[in-house]
């Protein structure tokens, strides 16, 4: 029997039309717009100005303080301006915008096409490679990977887990990734690896990937340490603490952390970053991203710099079709609905999804008729029913005592709602006053 | 913006369930034990169904416009089940007015005064069956008997229920033994030629649709199978302590309405459990109230009963009994 984890969890359409699309380079933008808050934590600190001139690969903003990462230029050209520019998050918010020239790349990146297998980095070396890279988790969390690489005192971890799950309908970023660049992700894991000082990683990967999983399989014979497990499918089994359930069975306590049972999760593609930037000195300046939707001529996957307009990976996967009603910035589940397409890629940018007018809009909301599915369907064993009218009415005393803090946002709860009810919605509102309340008992 | 799009929280996909699709799916389910009551019952069962199923929607909908003052929405279904179960739960030669009773007290006092769909702690057809067994003990307890009254309605020949000559022999002194060959064969009984409410008779045709409601994941197999259980178990151990004065559990199992109640009526989404582990302890409940009001209290079936009890316990239930919480209590392997 192939593994899941055990409860709750969702099936809805994968919808993967882009899974036998090859990765495809798009061409630098006239162009870029880089925000300087692509992670969670603080926003970087810009060291060019106006009128610098910079190149490819060549840090622009510095990471401030502990939970922040550096952010470097994806093209060579000229700083027009550091400003307000609208991104993903449906605000303006600080970014540097480049206008681009002659792509000449910064001085010791090695930008050639050769596997460079050999290891000499140590784990201090790999750690520091990886805030100067600028690594944030690449499944959508943007979490800077440095910090997940440094334990904090007294936790120990035995075993490394590579996230290939990918269990958002439509995308297939990793997919494609695992297929074409299975060396590069192998020596990244076998870095990340030694930078957490354990022997032992498992890839998992749902098994509507075979030929990633066979693939990996067989490169896995040349890596020491390195084991793939193959997955049942189910939504959201690439949620860290799902995906630690299904593959060795540990379960990670409320409010706790991966390290707590002895391990530490890493996408596939941060895994292949983490390579770049150790075994070639490349910062994160480009990533995959899936292109995608039912109605789309092209369902494509492209290798794009950050700070592409969104637009443009559109237009080049066969345009926007006319009936388009919504655009999402991530898969359908979790993803987030964009208000402009000129918003640009950054570092968590793993799809676009273009959502036809017709399935666009959320069915009509009527009374909870208590058929516990909300509760059937949550991994993480809470309530979303009471959860709901908690926050609706400001019981933030009972949405605490039940463990709204728990929730992750999956969507499985309102996915399922045959009622139409805007669980999630509500629930996000209780989590949110809950963690200032208890934030201000704390002071 | 060259083109309006539309912007809202995740998620942004949906499954394709809704209240109306569940709804209709268990009407669906009730189908075969419908059509096995017109075989037997003929035209009954035909005028009760009718009447009972008008009589709920239109008081729903009566109740929501002119009472509630809101748009009704009896289009979702809810109210013809209700109005489907109330007939199950009829014998086929109930008077129509009495029918219509059944249904204002189902949907009025059951359902609506609640705050309707949802909100209702009691089964409403089990409130309309429940104050009309009360109200009109005569007429809720004569039952037409099978193929035999086919062409007739309110005028057909009646008898008891298996249960009631059972309870009424055991009370008289008859041994089990002698009480068996005056009910039809197990074989009968399975399949619904005895006398009975038009939905109680057949157990196979119930079970047929139950498994349509699991395999469409309308119902949860918890409740059902707890039941079972449960009244296998006690009815068991009484029937080999003492076999002269019970009947054996598969006799227990097939007859009544414990089918009927386990599968279509304790299943009710807002009358039951949240949880599998509330869903086994209101089914074993129910299962002990049933057996216990069959063997000895006064009338010769308990679940109607049964399961109002436990519905007035599922409040208390989902408060005390909880998911195991993810990460709640760490065991690592």
């Known amino acids: 029997m192939i593994q899941t984890f055990p409860r709750g969890g969702v099936h809805p359409a994968e919808d993967k039309f882009a899974a036998g699309s090859p990765i495809k380079t798009l061409k630098v933008p006239e162009t870029v717009v880089i925000p300087l808050s692509q992670h969670i934590g603080a926003p970087a600190e810009p060291v060019v100005k106006k009128g610098d001139e910079v190149k490819t690969g060549q840090v622009i903003a510095k990471s401030k303080g502990f939970v922040s990462t550096n952010i470097h230029s994806s093209v060579t050209g000229t700083v027009r301006k550091i400003d307000s520019e609208l991104d993903s998050s449906g605000y303006k918010r600080a970014a540097v915008v480049i206008d681009t020239g002659e792509d000449n790349w910064a001085e010791g990146i090695d930008t050639g096409k050769t596997i460079n297998k050999d290891i000499t980095a140590g784990a201090d070396e790999i750690i520091r490679k990886t805030l100067d890279a600028g690594i944030v988790g690449l499944g959508g969390a943007t979490f800077p990977s440095h910090i997940k690489l440094s334990l904090p005192k007294g936790k120990k971890a035995d075993v490394l887990i590579i996230n290939g799950v990918e269990c958002e309908p439509c995308l297939t970023s990793d997919h494609r990734l695992m297929l074409e660049r299975g060396d590069e992700l192998m020596v990244g894991i076998q870095l990340l690896m030694k930078a ?30 390195i084991t793939v497990k193959p997955l049942r499918i189910k939504y ?103 208000n402009s397409l000129d918003v640009p890629v950054t570092k968590g940018t793993s799809g676009i999804v273009i959502i036809p007018s017709a399935e666009a809009s959320r069915k009509p909301v009527v009374n909870c008729v208590r058929c516990a599915k909300c509760v059937t369907v949550c991994p993480m064993g809470l309530e979303p029913y009471l959860l709901m009218p908690a926050a609706e009415f400001g019981k933030w005393d009972l949405a605490e005592e039940e463990s709204i803090l728990d929730c992750m946002e999956c969507g499985s709860c309102s996915y399922i709602c045959p009622s139409g009810r805007p669980l999630l919605d509500y629930i996000r509102l209780g989590k949110s006053t809950v963690s200032k309340i208890i934030r201000s008992r704390k002071q | 913006m060259d083109k309006l799009i539309t912007v809202s929280p995740s998620p942004h996909v949906y499954g394709d369930d809704n209240v109306k699709k569940l709804m209709y799916g268990v009407i669906y389910a009730l189908i075969p034990a419908f059509l096995v009551s017109v075989y037997f019952f003929g035209i009954g069962t035909l005028i009760v169904t009718a009447i009972s199923v008008v009589s709920c929607v239109g008081f729903e909908y009566l109740i929501q416009k002119y009472l509630m003052k809101t748009e009704p929405s009896v289009s979702d279904g809810s109210a013809a089940v209700t109005g489907v179960l109330l007939a199950m739960n ?40 429940v104050f009309l067994f009360i109200s009109f003990p005569v007429q809720m307890t004569s039952w037409p008997g099978p193929i035999v ?26 041994p089990m033994s002698r009480l068996v060959e005056q009910i039809p064969g197990y074989l009968d009984l399975f399949i619904g030629h005895l006398h009975g409410s038009m939905g109680e008779i057949s ?27 449960t009244v296998f178990l006690f009815t068991g151990i009484l029937w080999l302590i003492n076999p002269y004065d019970n009947a054996d559990p598969v006799f227990h199992l097939i007859t009544g309405g414990l089918v009927l109640g386990a599968v279509y009526m304790a299943t009710d989404y807002a009358t039951s459990p949240m949880t599998p582990k509330g869903m086994w302890i209101f089914g074993i409940g129910i299962g002990v109230i049933t057996v216990a009001i069959r063997v000895y209290g ?26 195991k919480r993810f990460g709640e209590e760490v065991k690592n392997g």
Do not use: C
């Open chain 2, 203 to 229: 157990a196979l045709a119930l079970l047929a649709g139950g498994i349509y409601m699991l395999s469409r994941k309308i119902i949860t197999w918890h409740i059902p199978v707890s039941i079972f259980l």
């Open chain 2, 149 to 174: 009254s086919r062409l007739q309605y309110t005028d057909a020949a009646t008898g008891a229920t298996p249960l009631a000559v059972i309870k009424e022999g055991l009370a008289a002194g008859v």
């Open chain 2, 298 to 323: 006064a009338y010769p079936e308990g679940i109607s009963f049964a399961i109002l009890i436990m519905n007035s316990f599922v409040p208390l239930i989902n408060k005390y009994v909880k998911p």
């Open chain 2, 90 to 129: 009829l014998p086929t030669n109930m008077p129509w007015w009495i029918i219509v009773i059944g249904a204002l007290v189902a949907i009025g006092v059951g359902k609506m005064s609640f705050g309707g769909l949802g909100n209702n702690p009691f089964n409403p057809a089990l409130v309309g069956r």
């Open chain 1, 196 to 225: 957490l000082n354990v022997t032992r990683a498992f890839i998992g990967i749902e098994n509507n990937k075979p030929d990633a999983i066979a693939h990996l399989i067989k490169l896995s014979v040349n890596y020491e340490g």
């Open chain 1, 236 to 338: 959201p089994q690439g949620a860290e603490k799902q995906l630690i359930k299904a593959l060795i069975n540990r379960e990670v306590p409320s409010g706790g952390l991966p390290v707590d049972v002895g391990t530490v999760v890493h996408n596939v593609g941060t895994a292949v970053a983490v390579y770049e930037a150790v075994q070639k000195n490349k910062p994160l300046i480009e990533r995959i991203v899936t292109v995608t939707g039912r109605e789309m001529k092209e369902p494509s996957n492209f290798l794009v710099r950050i700070g592409t307009p969104v637009r443009t990976l559109i237009d080049a996967a066969g345009g926007l079709p006319d009936n388009t009603g919504k655009v999402v910035n991530g898969g359908p589940m979790m993803g987030k609905a964009l």
